[in-house]
């Protein structure tokens, strides 16, 4: 009986190996060696740097390695934040960006939850940008640092963004001109494919399709590493000015 048994268990590791070895290696890379999640066409997106903060939950919560105190938000991190890559992911990436370079200059990297943000727009942008800088939306006005203040004035396509970082006292005003990328029309008409691809996918032809993909890659790739002139105007503002548009609204 107990070489039978051995015998069964040699059996059963031969068979269990042989099923193992002969699983094509594409299955394991899927889950084990996962590669990116995107379209090949966008790799590029993993030579955009990403930005660097300080951030003291994450050292209290026992997140990082001894001795680091950092952590690293991607343009990545922001598509999959959103499940696709997007205009929009870009859009406040870059609004992110331009504001923490300005803000800290030279200096360490920046505290993150250490903002607060107004938006002249309630949209996607807007979302990735509180994403990026840690602003929280709470109901509560003084527990609140993301604000959206329809009052501003501004073309069709023209959105403004003011933030401001509490431990420097320093505060920016950012201008996105994203009608700049492909102009209005272009746009208006994208809209549209886009809302009736939500509404029924069969409704949409291939050839608008192929327009709206085609165009994001290119405006994708303008917003993260185009120099389209004036698609942003950004400026350090007086603190108190920033204040009072916050008081304002809470």
């Known amino acids: 009986m107990e070489i039978n ?8 590791s031969g068979i269990i190996f042989f099923t193992l070895a002969t699983i094509p290696v594409t299955l394991f890379s899927q889950t084990i060696n996962n590669g990116s999640p995107w379209n090949e066409k966008y790799n590029f997106i993993y030579d955009i740097p990403p930005i660097s903060f300080h951030y003291h939950h994450g050292i209290l919560a026992g997140s990082y390695p001894p001795g680091q105190e950092t952590t690293e938000i991607s343009f990545n991190d922001v598509s999959c934040f959103l ?4 205009l929009c992911g870009a859009g406040g990436y870059q609004v992110s960006r331009i504001a923490t370079d300005l803000i800290k200059g030279t200096g360490e990297p920046l ?8 938006s002249s727009r309630d949209h996607t942008v807007s979302d990735v940008i509180a994403y990026v800088l840690g602003c929280s939306r709470r109901n509560n006005p003084e527990k609140n640092h993301y604000f959206i203040d329809d009052s501003i004035a501004a073309p069709k396509r023209v959105y403004h963004y003011y933030i401001g970082y509490h431990e420097q006292k320093k505060a920016v005003h950012i201008v996105y001109n994203k009608h700049l990328l492909i102009g209005n029309e272009l746009m208006d008409s994208l809209w549209k494919v886009e809302l009736a691809f939500d509404k029924d996918p069969a409704s949409v032809n291939k050839d608008d399709i192929k327009l709206y993909q085609d165009t994001m890659f290119e405006v994708v790739n303008e917003v993260l590493l185009g120099q389209e002139k004036g698609l942003f105007e950004a400026k350090l503002i007086e603190y108190d000015e920033f204040l009072s548009r916050i008081s304002k609204l809470k």
């Open 5 to 12: 048994f051995k015998s069964t268990l040699v059996l059963m």
């Open 83 to 86: 499940g696709h890559v997007c």
């Open 111 to 118: 505290e993150r939850e250490g903002f607060t943000f107004i």
